[in-house]
């Protein structure tokens, strides 16, 4: 039980002194820390600020992971008047507040934890670190496939016996016994705030038009067996979960509807607008409640798919009171995001009453031949930055890990991850998506509040977002996308303005304690 052995790995005292990226370059822009055996980088991050100073901590393409640098408030150079021919200028209000931090994680597919699980039990437990603890990145959210996604070896569901119409064959699989759950529990124990939501690709081929994992609908309409069967399957999901020790926070209620209908390469099962509304109606939401997975135990979030098809299901079903009612967030997905215009279509819908979140981001393609790329860092940084200004509460990364050719994929639908592992050689390489994520994970915890911001003048390739921590530290992240240095004036953040200077290709975090 790879749990156990696990366990004992764990348990012993972990003595982590902040170690130095071990730099090595590809054929991208940038580079990986590579971590194997012997060493291993640590984030050495100090959350809170004596008062009188400012913390900063700057990552680049060039040269710096989260550098750290300590500057008293009297230092900053107020040099306004000679910046004349500058008037970038930043405005941060902290009594203008909006939404609060749910969370940031990854996916825990098949293929991420197959890929964790082909590394020594030594860099099993970094890899886990390098995520979850205190020296990591703090993930406090994790995505879970129920059954197969694109990123398992094969395609499957959990019952795959024809016409089990009591569910009686319904079992999880060796992916979920085996790696997954032990991992859960891992993370939970190093992240005490850990918390896991589920999403399904797709039914049993058996309930499906198609009698394939790939594309179709659910035999039927809303209301009929199958339907009412599908929602049983996520009530035995659930509930089995919880019996090996993992209880779920929230559940989609389905990855990517619109994808089966339109028709896809991977597993998915298609539901319109009006079939999804109908589905969480009169099926999922009454069995979920019957079965002590109500609003109040399971968070439920729609949708789960990218923002262009926000305006087309949306409305449909939390124009529906009958339907609203079980739903407490709107999860998207980045995949056909367009800056800025995207992100507007989002915060269109935080009226319903229903938080924002985002559900799944990655950047595709073959792994190896990625390493090391910042651009891929600045699109997660972006995507962040652009969510949280419009309302999103969170953000979740797709596969924890993938291997060098960014699979497994029984769909051949190779992707890019935060952490490339080469079991091969016994090491794996975080890629600068890993950094510009920690700009992002260790200093938002769950709760912080966004603080908006303005600016006059702006320079494109600049963007930025500021929020208030629940230890009343302010802090402010800025992303600098052009491949020049950019000087700003920054209102609001000390009790006087202050000129800054952004180095190219960078992002970085500003903090300070209000009183
Ligand atoms: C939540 O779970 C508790 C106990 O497990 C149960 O008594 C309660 O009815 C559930 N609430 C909802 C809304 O399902
Ligand atoms: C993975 O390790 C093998 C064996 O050491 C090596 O030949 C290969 O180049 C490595 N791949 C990458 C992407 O570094």
Redesign the pocket.
């Known amino acids: 039980m790879i749990f156990l052995q696990l366990l004992t790995v764990f348990l012993v005292l972990n003595i982590s002194l902040a170690n130095d990226c071990v730099k090595r370059t590809y054929t991208a822009d940038s580079f990986v820390c590579v971590c194997d055996a012997d060493k291993c980088d640590t984030l050495d991050i100090q959350k809170t600020v004596q008062p009188g100073y400012i913390a900063i901590y700057d990552s680049d393409q060039k040269s710096d992971r989260l550098e750290k640098t300590i500057v008293p408030v009297g230092q900053l150079k107020n040099r306004i008047d000679r910046m004349m021919h500058n008037k970038f200028t930043l405005n941060i209000n902290v009594k203008h507040l909006n939404q609060k931090i749910l969370g940031f994680g990854g996916c825990f597919t098949d293929g991420a934890v197959l890929n964790i699980a082909s590394l020594s039990n030594g860099l099993v437990k970094s890899l886990m670190y390098d995520y979850f603890g205190e020296n990591g990145l703090e993930y406090n959210i994790g995505r879970v496939p129920v059954g197969a996604s694109d990123s398992s070896t094969h395609a499957y569901s959990l019952d795959d016996t024809p016409f089990d119409f009591t569910l009686s064959h319904f079992a999880l699989a060796e992916e979920d016994t085996k790696y997954r759950i032990p991992f859960l529990r891992i993370a939970k124990m190093l992240n005490p705030e850990f918390r896991a939501f589920a999403s399904a690709w797709s039914a049993p081929a058996w309930m499906k038009t198609t009698l394939s994992f790939k594309n179709g609908e659910l035999i039927g309409k809303p209301g009929d067996v199958y339907y009412k069967l599908w929602a049983q399957y996520y009530v035995k999901y659930l509930n089995t979960y919880l019996d090996h020790g993992v209880k779920f926070w929230g559940l989609t209620t389905l990855n990517n509807p619109p994808a089966g209908l339109r028709g896809a390469p991977w597993g998915t099962l298609g539901m319109t607008p009006e079939q999804l509304r109908d589905f969480v109606k009169l099926d999922l939401g009454p069995a979920l ?1 019957a079965a ?6 399971l968070t439920l979030m729609i949708h789960d798919a990218g923002a262009s098809s926000m305006d087309e299901y949306l409305p449909v079903i939390l124009n529906d009171p009958e339907a609203a009612k079980y739903v407490k967030g709107i999860a998207y997905h980045w995949y056909d995001r367009k800056y800025p215009w995207t992100y507007g279509t989002i915060s269109r819908f935080i009226g319903y009453g229903a938080f924002l979140f985002s559900s799944e981001a990655g950047n595709e393609g073959v792994a190896s031949e990625h390493l090391g790329g910042w651009g891929r860092a600045e699109a997660y940084a972006l995507d962040i930055i652009a969510g949280l200004q419009h309302w999103s509460t969170g953000w979740t990364d797709w596969a924890l890990a993938v291997d060098t050719a960014g699979g497994p994929s029984w769909a051949e639908s190779w992707i890019d991850a935060t952490i490339v592992v080469n079991a091969t050689a016994q090491e794996y390489y975080k890629n600068p998506m890993y950094y510009a994520l920690a700009h992002f994970t260790k200093f938002l915890p769950i709760g912080s509040t966004h603080v908006e911001t303005s600016v006059e003048n702006a320079r494109r390739g600049v963007y930025r977002v500021a929020f208030i921590t629940p230890d009343n530290t302010l802090v402010l992240i800025l992303l600098n996308m052009d491949e020049y240095e950019i000087d700003l004036t920054i209102n609001g953040f000390a009790n006087v303005p202050f000129t800054t200077t952004l180095k190219p290709r960078s992002i970085r975090n500003m903090l300070i304690a209000l009183n």
């Open positions: 409640k002590g997975w109500g609003r109040d135990n």
